[in-house]
């Protein structure tokens, strides 16, 4: 079990927008302002998308955007796009005794 | 431009030890905040985060797995070494090495991954 909770699957058509959310805890999601979020297309690594819950890298699309609100976080994608259709995690790193990272069950983006 | 790339056996025996190494290039791990990591990821299912090490040696390390985990570094190899013990088939796995840049809790720069089996 996943210390993030994710929907399983999502889905939409090409140019409407979809929302991911991530459930985490006052410890990781809550707590801090280091959501990240990954793309992991079919037989790839992952890529980074989304840091410090709302921050792109250079070279993201800005279809991509990420929210929190409390302990859940969001990630946004809008114009959907058919090369969007793979998988995302969600991630928070965690001050606690441990400090590390946690990562959410991910979830199944469909473009139909 | 940032490279990470796994390497070590595709296919290990229950019980045994796994050594993994990640070479990477295009950035120091002395620089400070800087840190590499392992995650793994079993097939069809989610990423797991396993250990990291820091620009100063400062280590972390999953909880369920800490009593199984090394991880060391040589910088001037470039060089980051994941050290499993006692594996088991449920182990089998995509092990992937990332970095952590020295500004953002985060993980930037990922490998491309080394599928590691565990079978007799």
């Known amino acids: 079990q996943s210390a993030l909770t994710q929907p399983a699957s999502v889905s939409g058509s090409p140019g409407q927008s979809i929302t991911i959310s991530c459930t985490g805890t006052s410890s990781d999601v809550g707590g801090y302002n280091y959501v990240s979020w990954f793309q992991q297309l079919p037989g790839k690594a992952p890529k980074l998308i989304i840091y410090d819950v709302t921050k792109r890298p250079s070279g993201v699309s800005n279809r991509f955007s990420g929210s929190k609100s409390g302990s859940t976080a969001s990630l946004t994608i809008s114009g959907l796009q058919t090369e969007d259709d793979g998988d995302y995690y969600c991630s928070s790193y965690t001050f606690t005794s441990t400090s590390n990272w946690v990562f959410g069950g991910g979830t199944r983006l469909t473009v139909l | 431009q940032i490279t990470l790339k796994e390497s070590g056996p595709t296919l290990v025996k229950p019980t045994q030890t796994l050594t993994l190494t990640c070479t990477f290039s295009?950035?120091?791990?002395?620089?400070?905040?800087?840190?590499v990591g392992w995650i793994r990821q079993p097939p069809g299912k989610a990423l797991e985060f396993l250990t990291l090490?820091?620009?100063?040696?400062?280590?972390r390390y999953s909880p369920s797995l800490k009593n199984r985990l090394t991880i060391t570094s040589d910088t001037s190899k470039n060089q980051v070494v994941l050290t499993m013990t006692d594996m088991d088939p449920v182990d089998t796995a995509t092990y992937y090495c990332a970095r952590r840049p020295s500004s953002w809790y985060t993980l930037d720069f990922w490998g491309q991954g080394t599928f590691v089996t565990v079978s007799s």
């Open positions: 090490i820091y620009y100063n040696g400062d280590q």
């Open positions: 295009g950035f120091s791990l002395s620089t400070i905040g800087v840190g």
